[in-house]
Each structure stands twice: as C-alpha cells, then as structure tokens.
C-alpha cells in the first residue's frame, strides 16, 4: 500500500511511520516542511501545507496513495484544501482530530464518540477541529472520498511528556527533582488520561485500509483515569523526586492572572477527561499496554540523555505565582480569623 502522512515527525506521526515501515508491506511518504529527521526507507515532498495551490499541486503530481494520515490539520480551510487534493483520488482518508472536540463540561461519563461536539470559540484548537471534522464528514463518500476520524487525548512518548497546569515544557519536572512546589489547578481532583505514542500509533496503522473503519471516528485515549494530582505524583515517583508540594490554585483565578498560559487549564484541564475506547478496541484493535508510571520513565530516560529537564531554565512568573498565592492566603486567613463562629 502507496500511504502518504501528512506531517510524519511529531510525537504520534513518528510512531505510525516506524510502525508502518515494520509491517513491511507499506510505500510511506511524509509531506512536511522538511525540518525533521526522515526515517531511511520514507520518501518526503516537502512543502508548506497553507499554500494550497502548491499543496494541491504537489498531491496531483505525487498521484493516487491508497491512504492519506493527516496529522497536523487544524483549520477547515486545510480540510477543504485536503479535499480538493484527494477526493477521488484516495482510498482513505485519516484525519487526527481530539477528544477536545466534545462539549465541556460533558453531560455523561465516560464520553463515547457520538456525544456533543460543541467545542467553544474560546478554546481555537478544540473548535477549529469540530470544524474541520465536520467538512470531512459531510465530504466523505465510500466510493472517492472514505473518511475515518481519530480522536486522541495526551499523547506522550520520546519527548513528549507530562502536561502542567499552566504553559509548557520540562519546567515542572525540573522543579520537581529540585523540590520545589507545582502548581495545580482547583483542587487537584479533576480527572485524567494519557497515552504512549505506541499504543495510539498502533490504532492508526490498524485503520489503514480498515472498510469497518469507514466514515466512522474513534476515541484513542489512555485508560488510568487520574486526578491531577495522582497524575503528577506518578510523575515525581517516575523521576524519584521528593514527595511533591503541589499548590492548588483556583482555575478561574489562573485565568485571571495569566490568561494565555492558564489557557488550556481553563477551557480543558479543569474539566474531567474520561473517554470509552470500546469502538477502538473493536474496529482497530487498539490496546492499552503502556501503564502512566512505566511510559513516563521512559520519556524521562530519553530527556535525561540529553539534560533536557535540567535545560528547562528558569520562569521568574512561575515564582512569582506562588509567592503571591502565598499571601494571599495568609491575607484571607488573617482576614477571617474569628468570623466561623
């Protein structure tokens, strides 16, 4: 099979391309902007993917693949333009969307892959997806255009790590080996899932070509439903880090005092992640074999090699936070001493 990926670097899309490359079976093209390492065996166009004139062009010159994974589609003029590339031309379509997609707060547990996808403007990642799914669900046709839909949540693996409550990076592991306090939204309660790249990687490869698959999307999500909390502590446990000072910090004031890096906390993290994987575990064969504790030690181990954690430097605001929270607790008790009776 001619499979072309769209992207082919990142966290997931590295783990599609080695496992596709083992089956032996698979012709595996990259389309990306060739800043990335390409694996010996993968042939690349390289292109910018918003110029859809080009893109279109250089998808018409590279003719028919017999599965299209596009990893990095996040506007719905980038699936308006992949339609335009591939309808007729395809024998299916991948799309890596989210479970970021589904309406927060949900209105039943665990979320299966018809519930609301009412993704607010907010949170432009998640609605933009919904509407990218949805011009590649009103597109699809078994006959030129089938489509098949992934939805993962975090997915981890290489560098790909833990996900703090506030911006990015290696920050809160560095922090965590040195025992100094993280930051956690609320109290610490709401609850997560993460998955390694591998297992989430094998969902996709077992969709390729997969009739059952068709027209159909599928949660591809961890299966340890954590607190927050728990999360992080199986992190400090992983880095062998003193017992954790977390910091709960209200969401909504996180939102208040650093709008963009309390972002996704606000619109995503504070509300419980819990997905049903069945369809998945039917159609694709997807297992989830690689535990947090066990997946996370071995991103650590990867970072380590190259002091990653140790280079994460320094974030004066972070301090700042926590200083300030500080006080404004001992504020508030002072405040209020004598007025519970």
């Known amino acids: ?9 990142g966290t997931i899309s590295t783990a599609i391309t080695e496992q596709l490359l083992g089956r032996g079976d698979m012709e595996v093209w990259h389309f990306n902007r060739g800043r990335g390492e390409t694996p010996a ?12 004139a080009a893109f279109e062009a250089r998808m018409a010159e590279a003719g028919r693949f017999d599965c299209v994974i596009d990893m990095i589609g996040f506007q719905a003029d980038e699936a308006e333009s992949a339609i335009r590339a591939f309808k007729g031309r395809v024998g299916q379509y991948i799309y890596c969307s989210t479970v970021d997609v589904y309406t927060k707060q949900a209105k039943h547990y665990p979320i299966t892959e018809d519930g609301e996808r009412e993704a607010l403007p907010s949170f432009p990642y998640a609605f933009n997806k919904v509407l990218s799914e949805n011009k590649l669900l009103e597109a699809h046709d078994p006959g030129t ?48 899932v993460a998955c390694h790249r591998n297992d989430v990687a094998r969902a996709f490869v077992q969709a390729v ?34 017992e954790p ?28 992640n819990l997905f049903d994987n069945s369809a998945a575990r039917r ?25 990653a954690i140790e280079a994460a ?12 929270w500080s006080s404004a607790e001992k504020l508030m008790a002072e405040r209020m001493a004598g007025l519970d009776g």
């Open 209 to 242: 070509g997969n009739e059952a698959a068709f027209g159909k999307a599928y949660n591809v999500t961890g299966e340890e439903w954590m607190t927050y909390d728990r999360y992080w502590r199986t992190v400090a446990t992983a880095l062998g880090a003193p």
């Open 283 to 307: 159609d694709l064969d997807f297992r989830y074999t690689v535990k947090w504790e066990q997946g996370i030690r071995g991103v650590i181990a990867e970072l380590d090699k190259t002091d």
């Open 245 to 272: 000072r977390i910091v709960h910090i209200p969401t909504d004031l996180l939102g208040l005092l650093l709008p963009k890096k309390a972002e996704w906390c606000v619109e995503n993290f504070r509300y419980n």
């Open 313 to 324: 430097g320094e974030r004066p605001w972070y301090d700042a936070l926590v200083e300030a």
């Open 1 to 9: 099979m001619k499979v072309l990926i769209i992207g082919g670097t």
């Open 41 to 52: 065996g993968v042939r690349t166009i390289i292109g910018d993917r918003r110029d859809f």
């Open 145 to 192: 255009f089938p489509v098949t839909i992934v939805r993962p949540a975090q997915t981890y693996g290489g560098s790909g790590t833990a996900v703090p409550s506030i911006a990015d990076g290696n920050y809160n592991l560095k922090r965590l080996r040195e025992g100094r306090p993280i930051v956690i939204h609320g109290d610490g309660t709401s609850l997560w």
